[in-house]
């Protein structure tokens, strides 16, 4: 196992989703007319010179902002709607309600939604006053009544309501990824559109973000719930949640979360949230980022055509508490079931500050993933399991965060010591002078490479609007970072860091303070799938430009060459920037040999006889470039990447660490130590004791690719020479090169052919040892014991093996069943009967030629539903839902996804090698899109009898035992409890 590094840069999530026309001159800050003559309507812009996303920045008449990008890597638009308000922006005695929004901002309109909203509408508002008298209501009794109205009366309005109208008409427009995400300053809704849609997508969210009814509102609330229960089951979502609160008592960062708190979510008012809509949802107080395939003329004017409708108000005004200085840490414990952690905080300013601009760069002096003082004095010499840095920047304030994983044996305070070390090394400047130039160079390169994805360029648009920069700032602020200096760093670290911190101790035992929302009784409601409103007709009867896919070729598209001893080499050219991909493949892993991975595990902590493993980091940050070797159970992945000018470079620097890695006891010895004590935390995480262990045991019985690994007592018995003598080993064997760049492929060769060092004869990979997958010839629940709030369940089927003709078949049925929010799935089980925040189902297509397919069928549910939801997931399996509606969306979103899917860059080189594991020569894609229009719902319906319908099934549970219902397991399959040796095999 590879020794964890949380990710912090998934912190919200933890705690809380055409006709070309000539450009412009640039200007800066300046008005500047669209050029086209022809035009009806003129919309000025502002621009910026030197600008690399070459953005417009147009303001409409009623103060929506609108930020547009050109990107023509595929024909499609990523956008976002943010809105400026978050959940800082919560009511005190409301708190949950801007994430509570979000999810409400999905279920339509007065027009989309509902086939009736006259008779609808008067519905709603009687749940609205009810649920206003059972906030003020204290006895449990009177409550329960009420509720039981609010059920009754919500059952009488889902009968006018559509359910999931606008993911349906996202769905098969082709958007990827709809979604959307609320956090502290901000709430954010997204998707990924082919341009072709772009009418039709402006369309339907003005229409569906101009009001906001709370439709099916107690079954949704329910999902927030289940959401609620999933974060109290997480310790390092409690652990930041402390941590936020230490930093900013008063202040809404820390006083309030984002999801609420239980008393709050079980308090709902309809009432505030309407409030609160009106107050910051206005045009004025919102942005619309997008980058993609667009014309800038005429997205303007379809933007304003439907935007500019909306009624400008006044802008909300927030008045920021100000927080006392911290002139002592303060101090908390958390408790729970996964393995102990420390976690640090210091408060900074906010992002207008020069002060949070050097903020980041300490960040980055201290954790940037190779030369950092983190990664070279705690993480590189193993003095703990594992350490890192992140800050977080807002507007009023900003938190810089440290954490690290302890050893076996070692105390959260020496983590902690260590930590606050390399603190005191900042302050002194105690850093090499090449460090900065080498961040900022970093920096740079990471630029480039985010700036190849619309996600992150629109991103950038947000982030601005957000914090309250106009463009010009936004870019500034990143040409004062290149110019930060080390007394900067020195008089802002000893401004900020002394005793004045926040420090968690997450410790591994019972929480006595757990909480948990109970489930409401929830009657279900209609799912009304062949139902439609006259919106929806209307949106969906508009004209649409054709859009003809284009499959990856590989004759045409790869350019293939020998290198020296007859390695091949498959190359596609980088024609964007300076930055290449280089890749040494080798097909044999930790099933062939277990000391392999060790050993690649090992290489990270080895020098040569140039250079210590210290210093080898150093000269790979400075030259832009870095390295990485990884072993799977079936591959070595070798890789080089960076800057293209410094290609050679780093290839020696590389090639000698292959060719004269410097054995280093010490650090074999804390390697072993370290995957020790990782593999005793692995037994209280329950994201792998569920995910890995016991889909493995399902999958292959106790000997499986998870258990397959060096006992304690082989792993204390490896010599370094031996871990070495397979480091060498591995230009050694037969092996494949992949590079993406800016060079021509006689010069990458002759580049390989004196760098890449190899012998004469290359010698075969090994045979790999097999594990053959088990049929299931019956019907079995496995469960394990975990503390948690929620139980998880995994329905697995093995299936047929992979099948090239069976996979536009697969592809459709995942669509139709499982294919989104606007799905069989999620509305049978979320939107109908509120039984899950999460659940899935799909065809899991083999990963290799040869092995089996799997249906796998999840859900997460509160242990007191486990009955309903198992019966739920089942009645569908086994029954599949006919909907014709459902059908043409599933196979629009499949058509207008791969025409308008572009595999570019080094993605056709990766497409490649999974092509390659299938046994396939060609662009699967094709089949797919070429069998739609032949596929039927009796086809789809026929496949899902044949294989999916009365499968036997391992069901596999984890849950505390207290909460699981074994009788209501029992009906499912032979029982049985899985302990953690029989999982881990150790």
Known sequence: MKKRFLSFYILGALLFAQCKTSTPTETSASQAPASTAEAKEEFKYTSVPNDPLKARIYTLDNGLTVYLSKYENAPRIQTYIAVRAGSKNDPADATGLAHYLEHMAFKGSSRLGTIDWEKEQAELAKIEALYEQYRGQKDPAVRKKTYHQIDSISGVAAKYAVPNEYDKLVAAMGMKNSNASTWVEQTIYYGDIPSNQLDKWAMLEAERLGVMVPRLFHTELEAVYEEKNRSLD?????????????????????????????????????????????????????????????????????LNAHFGKWEKKPAPVYNAPQEKPITAPVVKEILGPESEMLLMAYRFPGIKSKDALVLRMINQILTNGQAGLIDLNINQKQAALGAGSFAEIYNDYSAHFLTGNPRQGQ???????????????????????????????????????????????????????????????????????????????????????????????????????????????????????????????????????????????????????????????????????????LYYILDMGTNTDLKLGLAVDYLQYLGTDQYTAEELQKEFFKIGCSFGVSSGQDQVYVSLTGLDTNLEQGLQLFESLLQNPKADQKALTDMVAGILKDRKDAKLNKNIIHGAAMVNYAKYGPK?????????????????????????????????????????????????????????????????????????????????????????????????????????????????????????????????????????????????????????????????????????????????????????????????????????????????????????????????????????????????????????QTILVIGSKDRLNFKELAKYGKVKQLSLKELFGY
């Open 234 to 302: 997480s310790d390092q979502n409690k652990a930041f949640e402390a941590a936020f609160a230490a930093l900013f008592p008063t202040h809404q960062y820390g006083a309030q979360t984002t999801i609420g708190t239980v008393e709050h979510l079980k308090n709902p008012s309809i009432t505030e949230i309407k409030k609160y809509f009106d107050q910051y949802y206005v045009p004025n107080n919102m942005v619309i980022a997008m980058s993609g395939d667009l014309d800038y003329d005429q997205t303007i004017k379809t």
């Open 411 to 581: 105390t959260l305070d020496q983590v902690k010591n260590l930590l606050l070390q390399q603190i005191e090394l900042v302050k002194k400047g105690q850093f090499e002078d090449w460090l900065i130039p080498a961040i900022v160079n970093k920096n740079k390169i990471s630029k480039m490479q985010a700036y190849e994805s619309n996600a992150a360029r629109a991103t950038a648009f947000v982030d601005a609007f957000i914090a309250r920069q106009d463009w010009s700032e936004y870019l500034q602020q990143e040409e004062a970072f290149d110019k930060i200096t080390k007394q900067d760093v020195m008089d802002v670290a000893n401004r900020y860091y002394g005793d004045n911190y926040a420090v968690i101790y997450k410790r591994t035992g019972q929480d006595p303070t757990a909480q948990k929302v109970e489930k409401p009784t929830i009657t279900p409601v209609p799912a009304n799938r062949e139902a439609q409103s006259e919106f929806y007709k209307q949106v969906a009867s508009l004209p649409v430009s054709d859009l003809k896919p284009q499959f990856v070729d590989y004759q045409k598209d790869i350019q293939q060459g020998t290198l020296k001893s007859g390695i091949p080499i498959y190359y596609t050219r980088n024609q964007e920037n300076g930055l290449f991909n």
């Open 704 to 952: 499986n690719p998870f258990t397959h690994i060096l006992t304690e007592q082989e792993l204390k018995k490896v010599t370094p020479a031996e871990l070495v003598a397979r480091i060498k080993s591995i230009p050694t064997y037969q092996h494949r090169v992949l590079y993406y760049g800016p060079r021509e492929l006689q010069a990458i060769s002759a580049t390989l052919n004196t760098g890449h060092i190899v012998p004469g004869t290359l010698k075969p990979v090994p045979a790999e040892k097999e594990f053959k997958e088990l049929d299931i010839k019956d019907r079995t629940v496995y469960w394990t014991n975990y503390d948690m709030v929620q139980a998880e369940l995994l329905f697995l089927t093995k299936s047929l093996n992979y099948d090239p003709k069976l996979v536009p078949t697969i592809r459709l049925y995942n669509e139709y069943f499982d294919g989104g929010m606007g799905a069989i799935v999620f509305q049978e089980l979320r939107e109908s009967r509120a039984l899950a925040y999460s659940a899935s189902s799909r065809i899991a297509n083999a990963s290799r030629k040869g092995r089996a397919n799997y249906i796998m069928s999840y859900i997460g549910t509160q242990s007191d539903k486990l009955p309903e939801a198992m019966a739920g997931m089942q009645q569908l399996l086994n029954d599949l839902p006919v909907a014709e509606t459902n059908f043409a969306n599933a196979k629009a979103s499949v058509r207008n996804s791969i025409a308008t899917e572009r595999i570019n860059k080094v993605g056709i080189l990766m497409n490649y090698e999974q092509a390659r594991k299938l046994g396939i020569d060609h662009d699967i894609r094709r089949d797919i899109y070429e069998s739609l229009d032949a596929l039927t719902l009796d086809q789809i319906k026929a496949f899902q009898q044949q294989f999916v319908k009365g499968q036997n």
